[in-house]
């Protein structure tokens, strides 16, 4: 429980704080919709967000299958009983000319995805060209003020450039149609370096800007930031240090592509026993001090004022999304 003395420093701390149900996106799952076997397992799945796939897990020729797959598990799954916090769906982009075919043969399921989930989005043009396509084959009425949350892919040098016009058309959208709100954003490092022309590494410094540049955008507009896959899936050493990266970086996130990734990525986006005690502690004493009117002062031997206060907030809140 925080002091009230502090409450009123929450509507102005920093990281993602959308007063509306938050949903942890600490491992994103991708489960390619082609492959019934790994659907079957989507129940038991303990990714925070688990995403039926149907864009580059999905090979061109079980394009059509997956989408009729995707359909079935909509209407099938009981989201309220599932292992995991959200069930996405990833459709095709706007440039790769599929978008409407998996639009026509999802919008068949009864029910909505909670969350949709679009790649490469790469200018604000493609919003448009979004919503007329889930218009005319959804209908307004499917589509407007509704549960399901936009999640959305930023994958190319051009959308890295243009992302805050992205991100504000995003959620212009909302506020002004009424659709998808957008709740996160992921950065697409595979395709990134694709776009670019740089080689991957495990160690990541060629999208070091990128990613940085990415991160501050997310925040800037208090959006997830969901972090690069790693594709070395026995290399879960490798895994656990990127995450930990991620998170020291501010993101909010990991993409996963197994199941042996899940619980590895989980741990290392939750801040470790001893920094929530200090986030704990600190705000208690912050508190204590303020009464005083003492805006800093000494805490296990370092100087504390409000931006460690705001520090300990953000691992406080997420710490309480997580668990409820
Ligand atoms: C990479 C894989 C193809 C590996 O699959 P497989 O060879 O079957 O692995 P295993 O034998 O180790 O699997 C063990 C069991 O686990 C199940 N499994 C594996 N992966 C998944 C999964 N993702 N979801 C559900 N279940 C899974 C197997 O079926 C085995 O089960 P059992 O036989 O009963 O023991 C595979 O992991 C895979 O397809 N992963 C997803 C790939 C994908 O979707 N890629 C696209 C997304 S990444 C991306 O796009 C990044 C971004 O956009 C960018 O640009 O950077
Ligand atoms: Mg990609």
Known sequence: MLPKTIIRHISQFAGVRDAAKYVPRRALLYVPASNQKMLDKV??????????ELEDGVALTAKADARVRAAAALDKLPYHTLACQELGLRVNSVSSGLLEDDIIAVSKAEKLPQAFMIPKVDCPE???TIYNIFREHYGDERITNTNTRLVIWIESARA?????????STLNLHKQAGF???????????????????????????????????????KA??????????????????????????WQWGFTGKQVIHPSQVSVVQEQFLPPKDRIEWAQELVHAYSEH?????????????????????????????VERVQN
């Open 290 to 318: 303020e009464a005083l009117g003492k805006g800093a002062f000494q805490f296990r031997g370092q100087m504390i004022d409000r931006p460690l206060l705001l520090q300990a907030l953000n691992i406080i809140q997420l």
């Open 160 to 168: 890295l450039l243009d992302m805050p016009r992205i991100v504000s």
């Open 180 to 218: 998808f709100k957008l709740d996160a954003v992921v950065f697409g490092s595979d395709d990134f370096c694709a776009d670019i022309g740089a080689t991957r590494s495990s160690h990541g410094t060629e999208t070091l800007f990128a990613r940085q540049k990415f991160v501050t955008c997310c």
């Open 126 to 128: 493609d919003l448009v």
């Open 43 to 52: 129940p038991m799945m303990q990714a925070d967000s688990v995403v039926l």
């Open 221 to 246: 507009f208090q959006l997830q930031a969901i972090d690069s896959v790693y594709i070395d899936i026995k290399d879960l050493d490798g895994l656990r240090r990127q995450s930990a990266e991620g």
